[in-house]
């Protein structure tokens, strides 16, 4: 689970399902279709928008995407 | 038996998931909390002029149903006697096995041109009035959060309500206190025209129960609202 800040407050989680999904040469829907979680749900994910995740939801991208929690997000 | 469309269509109906009753409820919940507001503020403008309009039905095996409509614009305020005091032979005319006892309504008409007479009136009606005001337009305003598509966002648990509950419960909160002024200021209104001794200055209590209780909901309820915002800011943005 995260909380999100906003830009002024020093420290943020940002979410690389771009680059992620670049390297996998998948889209966004089809992601979307294979964790099971909309595609605004995800839009809201990918554009650091989302203020907390679900551990089945993290464990779902974890899975779908074959890559640690790590890969997914970084703390700036 | 859950995936009969009867079922469905009831849960959709209760949860308010239903487009058909979404469409249709919020015209009726406007105009239904719009009359009654509308009724609410005529009434106080009928207090403050002085104006008493009065819808007697009474009914007879004789005559049958009748119903009489009195307008008065002559300042009258409504005030109690005693029975045994009003008619103090009442008792001798009673047959046996008959006791006069209790009180009687009575409209007793009083000078309205000083200025004491005057600031007495306003207290003796207007606050409550424009309390009971108050309260329809904040309940009217909590309601409309809630099934109104076009009018807001139709979602309760916002912190708007929340106030508007915690005023709400204030106000009958301090209800029994403006009804017992108004009834303190009607005694001081007529005193100068009539007897004292004839006059009862009567609060009825009996509706101090009810109104604490109310209170204490409204701010219960205030406070599940209050949680309910917290829920679903929490809710909010989680993926």
Redesign the interface.
């Given at each position: 689970m995260t909380r999100?800040k906003t830009q002024d407050e020093p420290g943020q989680i940002t979410f690389h399902l771009d680059e992620l999904l670049e390297t996998r040469g998948m889209t966004l829907t089809e992601l979307a279709d294979r964790v099971g979680?909309t595609l605004v749900?995800?839009s809201?994910?990918k554009n650091d928008?989302?203020?907390?995740?679900?551990f089945s939801?993290l464990e779902a991208l974890c899975e779908v995407l074959e890559c640690q929690p790590g890969d997914l997000m970084t703390y700036e | 038996m859950s995936n009969s469309p009867a079922v469905r269509r009831f849960l959709d109906l209760v949860s308010g998931k239903n487009p058909a009753l979404k469409r249709f409820d919020w015209p009726i919940a406007y105009w239904v909390t719009t009359i009654v507001l509308v009724l609410a503020v005529v009434g106080t403008v009928l207090d403050a002029l002085d104006i008493n309009l009065t819808w007697n039905v009474t009914y007879s095996p004789e005559s049958g149903l009748h119903g009489a409509r009195t307008a008065s614009v002559k300042p009258v305020a409504d005030a109690t006697v005693d029975v045994k005091t009003l008619v103090p032979d009442l008792q001798q005319k009673l047959p046996q096995g008959m006791t006069a006892h209790g009180e009687l309504p009575v409209s007793v008409a009083f000078d309205n041109s000083t200025l004491r007479s005057q600031v007495l009136n306003f207290l003796s009606s207007i606050p409550m009035d424009l309390l009971v005001v108050a309260l329809i337009w904040l309940l009217r305003r909590i309601v409309l959060t809630t099934v109104s598509p076009g009018l807001s966002s139709g979602d309760p648990f916002i912190k708007a309500n929340v106030w508007r509950l915690r005023i709400m419960a204030s106000l009958v909160l301090v209800m029994p206190l403006v009804s017992f002024w108004s009834e303190v200021a009607v005694w001081e209104l007529v005193s100068p025209s009539v007897s004292k001794d004839l006059l009862w200055m009567s609060y009825d209590a009996s509706l101090l129960p009810l109104q604490l209780g109310s209170a204490v909901v409204l701010f219960i309820l205030a406070d599940v609202f209050s949680a309910g915002v917290r829920l679903r800011d929490d809710v909010e943005g989680l993926v």
């Open positions: 999100r979680v749900n995800l809201v994910l928008r989302a203020k907390a995740i679900r939801t | -």
